[in-house]
DNA sequence: AAGCTGTAAACTGTCAACAGTTGTCAATCC
DNA sequence: GGATTGACAACTGTTGACAGTTTACAGCTT
């Protein structure tokens, strides 16, 4: 399939090779068709996108940039590895940003906003009483997803994306399971409450509390989790050695 | 000056012209020499700096990610512009992610570090004493780096950093003074009491304290500031009209 | 046999040239 | 007179080629 092919035609698809080729490797990197800690040739990827190496170098300078790829001069580009300390790192992080746009939310919502929110709820409990996952994960993405647009503050949104992109970079397995769905739930109703009645504190409060908790059901799932993470106050130094992988 | 002679020679300082090239648009862009809204030609930079359009086309892209430049296909680079909404939430942004900071260094803090941050206190009350604006100014960033470093995550270092960068492109003038050093200095000194007890709670909301007031007091000094400023649950698009600019 | 050295292949960094697009400006038509 | 059209100039998008570096491997030395 040629790139060009992707979407019907408008005048504001027409993009430069440079960020189709950024987003087709972005997309591959995502799916793990391109694992973490693979090494990326410029002459093959433009070979096999039917590029030259121009758009191609430029691409791989904006995925730098946005945390999905190394740049060595002189030896290549590889795809990024996430050890075990940064991936909980990024999960803190995210939460902060996740909490911030809650409360964001809560002081700038509008009633149309509430209404979508209140919509993506109602269809939650729908899939939860037809015990769909895979319909509940793709609303709980939807949640979010309302959350972040309608915060209304883009630079913290383009950070937030950025930052999840960068989390698939960590394993892969587990990110599309929700195991405990009526403990989501709950978490996702106190949120759209809290950002309905206004009160900006608790919601981001409850923001926090739902990203620790999913970080915490996730990171639970791993193979021998490092005793690092409970441990407060821990030295910096100590923490790299135990790096997973 | 050429380029390749800013630093002493080392091995690992042998960048690729992109990085150099990079670097010297976004030092420009943050003294102001290209000012807000200034439209970039590939070629002119690449004469200017004696490299050819390669290069200066990749730095485009990694300042594009960076949030620094904007890219219309066909039409060329310009500096972004930022109006008095989109820098109030920059402002917001960076608070939250400042307070984040905050929060994790108290978590993780090591007496070598809490000992930093008592003697750039120490120094900054001398500055004080000595009406020394200037100094005060220099040891007010070392300490805001100091907890930037020392909170340990280092996506966020780079995300705060990258939003410090950004802020620079609204408005040039008052970013470097500060009016009222003793109510900045009390501030600090929450911060790092919070910090060095370890409570973490406090030296969130002591951090988030400190940058809501600068960007008040910096606000404040604005020509006409937008009433949209203080109205909470303001709708969006109404704000975007106000803009500043 | 283990280690070192030199050579060659492969790849990245950079450049200059070509192709295609946008914007300008003057001439033309209604 | 105003709008439209066409050509020209300037610039961006892309390409292929060349130079310099890294890496792998074969051959030599100890």
Redesign the pocket.
């Known amino acids: 399939m040629r790139l060009e092919d992707r979407k019907p035609f408008h005048a504001s698809n027409v993009q430069?090779?440079?960020v189709l080729v950024q987003r087709e490797v972005e997309r591959r990197i995502l799916t793990g068709e391109l694992p973490a800690g693979e090494r990326?040739?410029?002459?093959?990827l433009a070979a096999d996108m039917?590029?030259?190496?121009?758009?191609v170098?430029e691409a791989m300078r904006g995925l730098q940039q946005a945390g999905l790829v190394e740049?060595v001069?002189?030896?290549?580009?590889v795809v990024r590895k996430i050890g075990y300390d940064e991936a909980v790192d990024l999960y803190d992080l995210r939460g902060s940003l996740f909490g911030f746009m809650c409360e964001t939310m809560a002081r700038r919502r509008t009633d149309a906003q509430c209404a979508v929110l209140r919509d993506k709820l109602g269809a939650m409990a729908d899939a939860i009483r037809a015990d769909d996952k895979d319909r509940y994960y793709r609303l709980n993405i939807e949640f979010h997803a309302a959350i972040v647009e309608f915060c209304g503050n883009s630079r913290a949104r383009t950070v937030y994306e950025g930052i999840v992109k960068e989390m698939h970079l960590f394993r892969r397995r587990g990110l599309s399971r929700i195991e405990n769905m009526e403990a989501s739930m709950r978490e996702h109703e106190a949120i759209a409450e809290a950002i309905v009645a206004g009160r900006a504190e608790d919601a981001r409060e409850a923001g926090i509390t739902h990203l620790r908790n999913g970080r915490d059901r996730f990171l639970a799932t791993l193979d021998p989790a490092p005793e690092s993470l409970a441990a407060a106050g821990r030295d910096r130094a100590l923490r790299r050695t135990a790096t997973a992988e």
Chains 1, 2 share one sequence.
């Open positions: 430069s090779l440079t990326l040739s410029e002459s093959a039917g590029v030259s190496r121009g758009p170098r740049i001069a002189n030896k290549g580009v």
